[in-house]
């Protein structure tokens, strides 16, 4: 039988000390260096993905899926620290806003749709599912309140939001840590999946070692770190260049640079009828960044950069999360999906991405 050979983006990394280089000699040339990084991250993040699915064949689909999501927002998490480090709120929060709306829409859209176009529907675990969907309800509720103090609030508010902040991102740190015992420990039968170890009977060809993978990981999460500061160093000049605002960069460009081991591990997962674990990826990393790494930074700022960062998205950021919060849980609470219900998640992130592409530049 043939084998067939799976086209790879590893030829990318050529564009690991192209951007270096840019970066140090054409300083002037900003777009071209934010270009090269994020065409370098591609592949790393992709690489941090494909060992986190080789840690995930050992672990089961739930431990798996917290792996890939935990190490896939590991890119974005370091993109965040060194926009937050220039005091780049903005870039920060629209990052945040955008890597929920791609797990959610354009990751899970994408595995929808390429899982189910040769197959009626695939299944993958209700309860597991409607659980995630409320843990993001808690992340859009957590959007929501801070915004609607801060436009209601009056003058007087602004004196409290770095305060409220504070307080509600202890609170989604506790949450998110009352979800991990849920899913590892209490309720683990929710989200083992139909391929937890042993399930298949024997270790998938051409496995990697717990050694080579964990090592691929930091390797990688080096170069990332490194990239980030050339990346963010080149935003506001390229996206000026560019013609873009600065919500739109964070929103769109950066999550999706960012969330690039998500996208290639969970569609790979759903064209293999790993449900479970798709749907794990992308949900639970959307829910990790609301509850998990949106909390941190704000910890974190208050240590890193000028100024500490509030939770206060725009208007049209926490609209969008609201939106794709609600048509999440609308077609992953039956347990069930088909390529159509792919399609129209990816259609809505096609609309949100042309509004936030013609949104203008706000203070």
């Known amino acids: 039988m043939v084998r067939r050979v799976r086209p790879s983006l590893e030829w990318l990394l050529a564009f690991v ?49 917290l792996l890939n999501a935990t190490f896939g927002n590991a890119a974005e998490l370091i993109i965040a620290l060194a926009a937050l480090q220039r005091g780049l709120h903005g870039v920060v929060k629209a990052s945040l806003t955008g890597s929920i709306l791609g797990n959610i829409l354009l990751v899970l859209g994408a595995a929808f749709a390429a899982g189910g176009w040769r197959r009626e529907c695939q299944r993958f675990h209700a309860s597991a599912a409607r659980s995630q969907s409320t843990m993001l309800l808690l992340a859009a509720v957590a959007l929501v309140v801070p915004a609607a103090y801060h436009h209601l609030g009056g003058r007087e508010a ?3 939001e770095v305060g409220l902040s504070l307080e ?36 998938r060809e051409g496995a990697w070692g717990t050694g080579r993978a964990l090592a691929v990981l930091a390797v990688s999460t080096a170069f990332v770190a490194l990239l980030s500061e050339v990346l963010v160093a080149s935003v506001e000049g390229a996206a000026r260049a ?41 949900v639970g990393s959307s ?57 129209q998640l990816l259609s809505v992130y096609a609309i949100l991405t042309v509004v936030f592409y013609l949104l203008p530049q706000t203070p």
């Open 242 to 282: 560019l013609g873009m605002t600065e919500v739109f960069v964070g929103v769109i460009v950066v999550a999706v640079i960012g969330n690039a081991a998500e996208h290639s591990t969970a569609v790979l997962a759903a064209l293999k009828d790993r449900m479970d674990l798709a749907v794990g990826i992308a």
């Open 168 to 203: 509600i991102a202890l609170i989604l740190l506790a949450t998110y840590g009352a979800g991990l015992v849920f899913s590892l420990k209490t309720h683990r039968h929710y989200f083992s999946g139909s391929a937890a170890p042993g399930a298949h009977g024997r270790k």
């Open 158 to 160: 602004l004196l409290h």
């Open 17 to 65: 000390p192209a951007a270096l280089l840019l970066h140090r000699l054409v300083p002037e040339r900003p777009t071209l260096a934010f270009a090269a990084a994020g065409l370098a991250i591609v592949p790393l993040a992709g690489l941090m993905g494909k060992a986190t699915e080789h840690l995930a064949d050992r672990a089961g689909e739930g431990v798996g899926g």
């Open 287 to 343: 829910i990790q960044v609301a509850l998990f790494v949106a909390p941190v930074l704000v910890l974190v700022s208050f240590f890193l950069g000028p100024r500490p960062m509030d939770l206060v998205f725009t208007l049209p950021e926490v609209l969008a999360v609201v939106l794709t919060v609600l048509v999440g849980e609308q077609v992953t609470s039956d347990g069930e999906s088909n390529w159509l219900e792919g399609v």
